[in-house]
């Protein structure tokens, strides 16, 4: 119990995956313009993640005991882009609320690599089922705690900022990321995973 | 449905344009992840600049190839199936012939098929067009990316390490910047590097960003 404990805390400070790892950058940096679509877009992926990380390993071991793990990728690709699909219908159908907060955030994850990432990180680490799912849920937590923190700023710094001509728009983001990150290096140590 | 097709009919138009005016990475700011990941060593920067411009090129020209088969539909999942066959493929190669490099890029090989300047070549780009502008532009584009993580990876390992492809270029006595190899350098050297590559192209953007 405890060493799930120590990877979700883990994952979300000292390994962040977005801030450490550096993965999801594409939709972090395009998303996070303000707070409120941020943080749809993060709690989408933590859905996400959380459900095809818990999907992908009973597939991985059913790979690795017919011996085709070199398919691997393109089995959780495809898992990943079916799982998008079957969460959108099934919102619309069944959650409609939920829906129409988060809808439209759910294409653009099979895009986002946390989701792949997480996957492949477990195989290269050889998580056991529990340890997987601990470790898909602390690591979409800790991307949605980095898009929500660079939103704040981003918004912040929109209004009273000047910004020099050739970083406006998305090259700042770069530095608040940089700036971000040496932060959350004095977390190290906190959690082994 | 008749296909929109681009007035490119120079090829080095479409080179200029994936190297400069269009570079993926410093206008664009696409495919990030593997661009700061990789950039701590010159020869994993080099391993997959070449690495993304082989599935580039290759999956553009598969997917042209098939073009007018693909349904409107289902053509996301089509270009992940067709990348994700190309990127095994450069998996299984690094692994036999650079099994050191294929170790330090580690998960990062198969993350090629979620970097975005795969998928967006393929969809702007290449189910527009015929095959061979659209192996110009995949090699356009896997070009500029690999002079970018080129460009990063060399500042951050004279840094980090005091070498260049593990021959020293620093003087004895320097102090390696542990920081620039890990996730702060990155994102500081390529904010910096974005910054005078756009001063140098007059290329600006509004502060409030391009969505709004």
Not at chain 2, 68 to 76: D, E, F, G, S, Y
Not at chain 2, 83 to 93: D, H, N, Y
Not at chain 2, 107 to 120: H, K, Q, S
Not at chain 2, 177 to 200: H, T
Request: charge should be positive; proline fraction near 3%.
């Amino acid at each position: 119990m405890q060493n799930l404990f120590e990877i979700i805390l883990g994952t979300i400070l000292n390994h962040n995956i977005a801030l450490v790892y550096i993965l999801g950058m594409c939709p972090l940096i395009a998303i996070s313009t303000n707070v409120k679509n941020a943080k749809g877009m993060g709690i989408a992926v933590v859905f996400v993640v959380t459900i095809t990380g818990i999907i992908n390993w009973p597939i991985y071991s059913l790979l690795k005991a017919t011996g085709t793990t070199n398919l691997a990728l393109l089995v959780f690709i495809i898992t990943i882009a079916a799982t998008v699909q079957f969460l959108e219908l099934f919102l619309e159908r069944f959650i409609p609320k939920l829906y129409s907060a988060f809808g439209i955030y759910l294409p653009l994850i099979t895009v986002n690599c946390v989701v792949l990432a997480v996957s492949l990180f477990f195989v290269n680490r050889e998580y056991t089922f529990l340890e997987t799912a601990a470790f898909s849920f602390g690591s979409s937590v800790g991307w949605l705690l980095a898009i929500v923190l660079v939103a704040g700023i981003r918004e912040k710094m929109s209004k009273n900022s000047d910004v020099p001509r050739g970083l406006a728009g998305k090259g700042i983001v770069f530095i608040v990321l940089g700036i971000l990150a040496l932060a959350f290096i004095g977390f190290t140590g906190i959690a082994n995973i | 449905m008749k296909l929109i097709r681009m007035k490119y009919t120079k090829w080095y138009n479409i080179m200029k344009d994936g190297l400069s005016r269009n570079n993926p990475i410093v206008i664009a700011v696409l495919g990030i992840c593997s661009s700061l990941a990789v950039t701590n060593k010159v020869e994993n920067a080099i391993a997959m600049g070449l690495g993304v411009t082989f599935v580039v090129m290759a999956s553009s020209a598969t997917i042209s190839l098939i073009r007018k088969l693909i349904p409107a539909k289902v053509r996301m999942v089509t270009y992940m199936v067709v990348i994700s066959a190309f990127v095994i493929s450069v998996q299984l190669f690094l692994e036999a012939y650079f099994p050191t490099i294929a170790k330090a890029l580690g998960a990062y090989v198969g993350l090629i098929i979620t970097n975005c300047i795969v998928m967006g070549r393929a969809e702007a780009f290449a189910v527009k067009n015929p095959v061979k502008y659209t192996l110009i532009d995949g090699f356009a584009s896997g070009m500029g990316y690999t002079y970018v993580l080129i460009s990063v990876s060399i500042i951050r390992e004279a840094l980090a390490f005091g070498t260049i492809l593990n021959f020293r270029v620093m003087p004895d006595g320097w102090v390696n910047w542990v920081v620039m190899a890990m996730a702060p350098g990155g994102f500081f050297i390529l904010g910096l590097f974005i910054w005078l590559i756009r001063e140098l192209t007059h290329y600006y953007e509004s502060p409030q960003g391009a969505e709004q």
